[in-house]
């Protein structure tokens, strides 16, 4: 496994107080954070021309319907971390001169994937302040004893029964934002409208292999790696005990960077693309603090 | 009024789905496979059978799989 040696940690940290572990873990934070995330602004506002694109390229023949759904599948895979970064003031602070960049970029991508920014952050930060908890963490449905139970209960959960869109919704009451509520339904109806108006004009395959399917894959895919494999088994309220790190078969690409969550749920505004390098830096105070770090 | 609106539509999103997506979804579907019906249906009547039925079954049970 690859450390990084760390210019900010001595050698032996078994003598340290839960104070200077604690000083030393927010310097190697701070080193990782607070640059401009160029790489998320690029993403973000890249793949939503690249998914727009495909809808051209489909109805006008220059690329045929499979390749598209399978671009699009991709690219709805996407979606979500950009906003991800923006939903924790990483692009820019309330306050600051680009604050605007940073809501632009939540709104103008998360319809993509059918919600609101503001749900999506209302909703996560709850997450964060209850990671894990039963009746408060709005993302307890991704709980399961195993990969393709995870999945499965991914699938089940966004049924008319299902307990996730439910889950959101009484997280929303819960903070007083029930006007959020009617903003997440009028998303969706109006992501339905869209369908149907394809669908009934004789474009039913376009809307369901290049929007439909894809964002239903999509979300499986989001839920397995974002909200299942970095909580499992999702028992732990300890702030050092509530995610973990954790070697994916897909390598860190494919697991979206995931394998490092355990870093965002402890220093969130450190951007994406930073959190294997502070891990890495941060690792032995984590090991020194008892986290399950699987095989990384 | 607008709530009472909204709530029905809640209510019956399953079935409203079926007709406005799935039925032209398998319709489509089965134009673009070159496939016939069975029983000298047209691709619209099987669609509405099959969507309609799947439809009906999400909308009771509340679950499509």
Sequence with gaps: MNVQTSDILPADLSEMSE??????????ARKHSGMFPWLMVSWAFGNLAFWLSLWPLVFFDVIPLWLGFILSTISLSLVYLPTHDAQHDIIARPGQKLRWLNELLGHATSWMIVSPFNVFRVTHLEHHRHANDLDLDPDIASKAPGPWSAIWKSIKERQPSGTRGANYMKTLERVGRTDLILLAIAYQ??????????????????????WWLPYHIAMTYLNFFLSWAPHNPATSQARYGNTRSWKSMIGNIGSMGMQFHIVHHLHPYIPLDRTPAAYREMRPILEARGCDLGEM | MLEKILGSVLKFLPLIFAVGFLVPVIAQGTEALGWMPPFGLSTLTFALVIGGTWGLIAQIKGRWI
């Design chain 1, 189 to 210: 109806l109006g992501f339905l409208a869209i369908l149907f108006t394809l669908a009934w004009s004789g474009y039913a395959l376009e809307a369901f292999f290049l």
């Design chain 1, 19 to 28: 104070a200077q572990l604690r000083k030393l873990e927010n310097k190697i």
